[in-house]
């Protein structure tokens, strides 16, 4: 069937490397973001969230850094391994609602 | 172990016939949400449900209904599909809407001929 990753920006590094994948956002009262990551065949699954008030949090192997002057997200990957290559996307949510909007994602492909 | 559980994975119908995609969190999450991910779209939301009985219109709501009659269900209809529902649907829960991650379940793929 067709895949998610069709049409997406691709990002290709090798095992071993750093990865930063980025994300633009357009809403300037955005006040919470997400980052997930989506392999083929499963659903989205939760990797690292920041809110506005911050603009670095660090996982494990992950980091989140937000930069809102230029409303720019962006997601490191320390030491990427193949188990790492999925779509990676973004979503921000506003201080009002809190309805998640979400980008349209960037395949990262980890090379051995 | 905490999931959200979609059914059928995979369903093939014809146009007009209509269906129904099962979604069910053992979380007790008050907020539910039905989303489409077409390519280069990325992920719509369809409906919502802020807890029983009270749901709202996403960004992409028409050939689609809801129900929230219980906590943990979540079922999305589609009384007269037509082709361009042919999507990737997926169902997912929080235990509130607000500054906190959604839970996904694994997807549903339907073709609509």
């Known amino acids: 069937g067709e895949s998610v990753g069709l049409h997406l920006p691709t990002l290709s590094v090798q095992e071993g490397d750093n990865s930063i994948i980025n994300c633009a956002y357009s809403?300037?009262?955005?006040?919470?973001f997400i980052w997930y990551k989506q392999e083929s065949g499963k659903g989205p699954q939760f990797i690292i969230d920041?809110?506005?008030?911050?603009d670095k949090r660090q996982g494990q192997r992950v980091t989140v850094l937000l930069n809102k002057t230029v409303k720019h997200l962006s997601l490191q990957i320390a030491a990427t391994q193949p188990g790492d290559s999925a779509v990676y996307f973004c979503a921000e949510t506003g201080a009002s609602n809190y309805k998640l909007t979400f980008g349209k994602g960037t395949l990262l492909t980890v090379n051995p | 172990e905490a999931q959200v559980t979609q059914n059928p994975r995979y369903l093939i119908t014809v146009t007009g016939k209509k269906l129904t995609v099962t979604c069910s969190q053992n979380m007790n999450h008050e907020y539910m949400s039905w989303y489409r991910q077409d390519p280069g779209l990325g992920l719509r939301q369809i409906y919502y449900?802020?807890?029983?009985?009270?749901?709202d219109k996403g960004d992409v709501p028409e050939g689609y209904k809801v129900s929230r009659k219980e906590k943990r269900n979540f079922p999305l209809i589609l009384e007269s599909p037509s082709p361009n529902q042919t999507s990737l649907y997926f169902c997912a829960s929080s235990p509130r809407q607000g500054p906190v991650p959604l839970h996904f379940g694994n997807g549903t793929r339907l073709t609509v001929t």
């Open positions: 920041i809110r506005s008030n911050m």
């Open positions: 809403n300037s009262a955005s006040d919470y």
């Open positions: 449900s802020m807890n029983v009985e009270v749901t």
